[in-house]
């Protein structure tokens, strides 16, 4: 079937279902079912795989499913409308998904990690980019942003304390897909050596 039939299969109910969906994934790219509030979307998505694909395959975008992670990822392949990271985004981001590669040994792929931000903060100064320290404003804006997209979600109010307790979703998998842990670090490792301040990374 192709979409046009495929859509007009839906009943009135689904079909609002299906926009809302189509235009929260064209908004954030990134769902995961260990979100309580993703939970309901992502199982709509799994009901109806060929008429999402079918949709975005028009505008070349492609929807990514595994069902091991839990996690959908909405992939643009014309390598256009991407965010372009700064930084401490990029490391972050990075150090965000070097964390979740090590606790893979520990927790099955679906699950989520829970850290503090004292962890994390740890981590971004050993780097000594500039050998300046993460500053308060920074942190709370990347979690912030990280956040709109379901990659971590804070579990205390201020971002920025040490204690702050950190979900990492598995949807950080999709967002850097590499397998090989050195590999996260080897570009840590650069940033560390010359990284600038305007530099950019494209993200999903």
């Not at 969906?21 to 939970?39: F, V």
């Not at 979307?41 to 060929?50: A, P, V």
């Not at 999402?52 to 909405?74: P, Q, R």
């Not at 201020?158 to 950190?166: I, N, P, Q």
Request: overall charge negative; cysteine-free; charged content about 30%.
């Amino acid at each position: 079937m192709n979409f046009v039939e495929l859509y007009e299969s839906l009943n009135t109910t689904e079909k609002n279902e299906f926009a809302r969906i189509a235009n929260k994934l064209l908004s954030i790219t990134l769902l995961t079912k260990a979100k309580e509030d993703n939970k309901k979307d992502y199982y709509f998505i799994l009901s109806h795989k060929q008429l999402f694909s079918e949709y975005f395959s028009y505008i070349n975008w492609e929807v990514e499913i595994n069902e091991d992670y839990g996690v959908i990822h909405l992939n643009n392949l014309s390598n256009i409308n991407r965010l372009n990271l700064n930084l401490n985004e990029s490391i972050l981001l990075l150090l965000l998904r070097q964390i979740y590669q090590e606790k893979l040994k520990e927790i099955s792929m679906a699950q989520n990690v829970l850290i503090n931000i004292e962890e994390l903060k740890v981590r971004y100064d050993s780097l000594k980019i500039r050998n300046r320290q993460l500053d308060k404003t920074t942190l709370r804006n990347v979690i912030r942003l990280f956040k709109r997209f379901n990659i971590v979600e804070p579990l205390d109010s201020d971002y920025a304390l040490g204690d702050t307790r950190l979900i990492i979703y598995p949807t950080i998998l999709m967002v850097i897909k590499v397998d090989d842990i050195m590999k996260i670090s080897e570009k840590l490792e650069s940033y560390r050596l010359g990284g600038e301040e305007d530099e950019e990374t494209d993200e999903a």
